[in-house]
């Protein structure tokens, strides 16, 4: 055994265009490793030991309260719509009958659950991948999308933007199709921002300070240059820039006040009777853990 080196500490990140102000310019100290992955995947990779922090579903974080605590200052959150969480529907939200759902998101089926108890409604929900507009036309009359494809699919239906309209002008429906936008139906049911995502570990095994600090500056420098962060990102996507853009300064990326008062809200209904959840020390409070210890 070699005991001049310390096992690493291995971060899974959930890297889809909302973190790219957080991930792109990150700089892991050393010591730090990272991989990638979907969101259903680093739920798992955290809770089963394989990486020891990761941006994660909010809800998996609050179902594993007792054992999870998240970093106090980091989220994805949005006040009112998102554009990446979309159900795509082609009759009125009460009459769909048959949603599919995406394997790849934890948060966004909790989310619907939460919607359609509060609207009295019960569709049957199944797992089915695809494009939403290939799964309509297959028979479902639902379909729950999230991330990037969610985002470019939601463009192809309402877009394109001309430059006379502004994404808040957008239609939410075309061609027969309605992008119910889940983020913009909790604002309108609870008035709170929605919390997508937060920064989560093991109680017991803290991230290294270095990796916070590092976390935190290349925040500071994503959203400091958010234009060619969208730029970047608009070319990958095939999307126009402004599109872009407007999606990612729509993100609360801090964990503020209004985020965690969406996030409690959405832990009280969605999983009733939930351990408390706990955050980390705030900036300039970290314990003195070092990368090394
Ligand atoms: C808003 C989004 O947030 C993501 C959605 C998640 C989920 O659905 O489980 C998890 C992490 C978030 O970063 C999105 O990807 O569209």
């Not at 799964?135 to 239906?157: K, M, P, T």
């Not at 959203?223 to 996507?237: C, D, E, N, S, T």
């Given at each position: 055994m ?7 500490y ?50 998996e ?16 959150a ?19 009958r048959?949603?599919?759902?995406t ?15 509060e609207?009295g ?10 494009e ?26 309402v ?9 808040t ?37 803290p ?27 608009a ?13 990612l ?17 959405f ?17 300039g ?9």
């Amino acid at each position: 055994m070699d005991w001049g080196t310390p096992d690493p500490y291995r971060a899974g990140w959930i890297h889809f265009t909302n973190v790219a102000p957080i991930l792109d310019s990150l700089v892991l100290p050393p010591g730090v490793t990272a991989i990638t992955g979907v969101p259903t995947q680093m739920n798992a990779a955290l809770l089963s030991g394989q990486v020891d922090i990761a941006n994660i579903s909010a809800v998996e974080f609050i179902r594993n309260a007792d054992v999870l605590e998240a970093l106090p200052d980091f989220s994805v959150a949005v006040l009112g719509p998102v554009y990446s969480v979309n159900l795509f529907h082609t009759r009125p939200l009460e009459e769909v009958r048959r949603v599919a759902l995406t394997a790849q998101s934890a948060m966004s089926v909790a989310l619907l659950e939460v919607l359609l108890r509060e609207r009295g409604l019960s569709p049957v929900l199944e797992r089915a991948e695809g494009e939403a507009e290939t799964l309509l036309a297959q028979g479902f009359d639902g379909v729950l999308r999230i991330g990037d494809s969610a985002l470019r699919e939601w463009y192809g239906v309402v877009g394109p933007l001309t430059p006379e309209t502004t994404m808040t002008g957008l239609p939410h429906a075309a061609r027969g199709i309605t992008v119910t936008d889940l983020a913009e139906e909790w604002f309108r049911l609870t008035g709170h921002p929605f919390t997508f995502a937060v920064w989560a570990y093991r109680k017991d095994n803290p991230p290294p300070p270095e990796l916070v600090q590092a976390m935190r500056e290349a925040r500071r420098d994503g959203i400091g240059h958010l234009a060619a962060v969208a730029q970047r990102h608009a070319r990958k996507l095939g999307l126009p820039e402004r599109v872009v853009q407007h999606y990612l300064w729509n993100f609360r990326y801090h964990l503020e006040a209004p985020d965690r008062l969406g996030l409690h809200e959405f832990a009280a209904k969605a999983v009733p009777g939930h351990a408390p959840l706990t955050f980390g020390p705030r900036p300039g409070e970290e314990r003195t853990r070092s990368a090394a210890d």
